[in-house]
Nanobody, 124 residues
């Protein structure tokens, strides 16, 4: 089992940047594929970015490609989401998730563990 805690959300103007961190504790972090998802009010939770267990493979939603970067530090048991050129439509609660499987997944239901979420608000 793994516990996940997100940090770094907040309020930022459009065009600005935020850096989200997810700290993991428990079972060996490098055993988990990791992902960032987000949920805006009245909408379903959606895929943002995922990274493989080794960090060698990453995937992004089209809406964030070229603006967001996911990375991980297995020695520190952390996964990072660097968000640049933020837009008002990026406003949502952002969740970190872990998947105990070698295959990368883009669907929330395929993830086993979730953090509590952190609010990101982008003002126009």
């Amino acid at each position: 089992q793994v516990q996940l805690v997100e940090f770094g959300g907040g309020l930022v103007q459009a065009g600005g940047s935020l850096r989200l961190s997810c700290a993991a504790s428990g079972r060996t972090f490098s055993s988990y594929g990791m992902g960032w998802f987000r949920q805006a009010p009245g909408k379903q939770r959606e895929f943002v970015a995922v990274i493989s267990r080794s960090g060698g493979n990453t995937y992004y939603a089209d809406s964030v490609k070229g603006r967001f970067t996911i990375s991980r530090d297995n020695a520190k048991s952390r996964v990072i989401l660097q968000m640049n050129s933020l837009k008002p439509e990026d406003t949502a609660v952002y969740y970190c998730a872990a998947r105990l499987d070698i295959a990368v997944a883009l669907i929330p239901a395929d993830y086993d563990y979730w953090g509590q979420g952190t609010q990101v608000t982008v003002s126009s």
